[in-house]
Structures are given as C-alpha cells and as structure tokens.
T-cell receptor
Framework: GDSVTQMEGPVTLSEEAFLTINCTYT??????LFWYVQYPGEGLQLLLK?????DKGSNKGFEATYRKETTSFHLEKGSVQVSDSAVYFC???????????FGAGTRLFVKA | DAGITQSPRHKVTETGTPVTLRCHQT?????MYWYRQDPGHGLRLIHY???????DKGEVSDGYSVSRSKTEDFLLTLESATSSQTSVYFC???????????FGEGSRLTVL
C-alpha cells in the first residue's frame, strides 16, 4: 500500500543552519503530498503541499519538491530559527481510500 | 483557522469508566478522523468517517467505538477506559479523501 519513510530524529541544529528532513514515498499514481508541523502543545497544521509530480511546495521559508524519479519529498530550509523547533510529519497519501497513516515524525531542536 | 472544536480538552478518569470525546466542526467537511498520539509512536489512526453514519476502523481501533449522526459531530467512545488509553487524542477533518487534514487542538486523557 501507499506509505512514506521519514528520517528519524531528533535533529539538533544551531540557528541559521541549513535543514533537510528526508522523506520518500511509495504510491499508486501521483497523489498530493503534504508536510505537517506540530508545535509544542498544539495540533498538527499543514506546512506545505504539492499536488502533482515536479511541483514545489513552499511556506515560511520551507520548501519541498515532489520528485517522481526518486519518489522523494524532502523538506528543506536555508536558515532555521529557534521558533522552527517542532515535530515535522511527512504525510503519505490516504491508503485504503480515505485514511492518512502518519509515522512518528521528526523532532527538530534549534539552538540559539 | 478551520472550525474544529474538541471537548473536553482535558480529562482525568478511572479505569473501567466510560469516556466520550467530542469533535465538532463548522466546515461541513465530509471526512473526519480520530488519532491518538503517544511518545515514540507518532500519530496513530483510531477510526475515521467518510460520511454521516459511515465509519471504519483505523490502525488501533480495539477498545474504541465511534459515531457520526450529523456531519458536524464525530464522537469517540471508550466503553471501559484502561490505563493504556492514556494519551492525547486529536480529531482531524478533510474536505476530500486526498486533501489536507485540519486538526483540532487535542484532548488529553489520563486514565488512572
């Protein structure tokens, strides 16, 4: 079935460092792909999305490109801030029709 | 922000008691989901709904039941709570089966 493999955390970076969180997927066809972020004490919220192959999603300085040749959707940011400390989830397309199965996410710590 | 309200936000109960968590949405979205989040496990899907009176099981449905009698409400019931059901529960909604999820703020349940 459809699934994602996301790098395990935690990831610890200094402020202004470059961030990459790897995500690869398996899917039938080219469904939409999503990155969600969860700040401490909150629910998940959509960070960015790409609706078809070769699309680039971007938001708040984060980017991810939907690459069909490598089946990847890696999350990148050129210069992280302390406020980016959160858990990041790469979400696969819904399996079995409607359900989105998440992994454990990647926890990011950014030090000042 | 998507109109999703979870209640109660915090609850402490004793083993063996019934508990019902409510998710209320004002977006008229067709799809609704209940997840639980535990350290080391990420988000795990409990049950989901694809329409009024249409529900199905997720990954970890044992010990839980759901009901959806109206578009806007999705109830999660623990018939007889156990300590292993201590968790943070998140409701999510989606307009389409492959679309982005909007999450509630979570309900923290402690079973003593």
């Amino acid at each position: 079935g459809d699934s994602v493999t996301q790098m395990e955390g935690p990831v610890t970076l200094s402020e202004e460092a470059f961030l990459t969180i790897n995500c690869t997927y398996t899917a039938t066809g080219y469904p939409s792909l999503f990155w969600y972020v969860q700040y401490p004490g909150e629910g998940l919220q959509l960070l960015l999305k790409a609706t078809k192959a070769d699309d680039k999603g971007s938001n708040k300085g984060f980017e991810a490109t939907y690459r069909k040749e490598t089946t990847s959707f890696h999350l990148e940011k050129g210069s992280v801030q302390v406020s980016d400390s959160a858990v990041y989830f790469c979400a696969p397309p819904p399996g079995g029709g409607f359900k989105t199965i998440f992994g454990a996410g990647t926890r990011l710590f950014v030090k000042a | 922000d998507a109109g999703i309200t979870q209640s109660p936000r915090h609850k402490v109960t004793e083993t063996g008691t019934p508990v019902t968590l409510r998710c209320h949405q004002t977006e008229n979205h067709r799809y609704m989901y209940w997840y639980r989040q535990d350290p080391g496990h990420g988000l795990r899907l409990i049950h989901y709904s694809y329409g009024v009176k249409d529900t199905d099981k997720g990954e970890v449905s044992d010990g839980y039941s759901v009901s959806r009698s109206k578009t806007e409400d999705f109830l999660l019931t623990l018939e007889s709570a156990t300590s292993s059901q201590t968790s943070v529960y998140f409701c999510a909604i989606s307009e389409t089966s492959g679309g982005e999820l909007f999450f509630g703020e979570g309900s923290r349940l402690t079973v003593l």
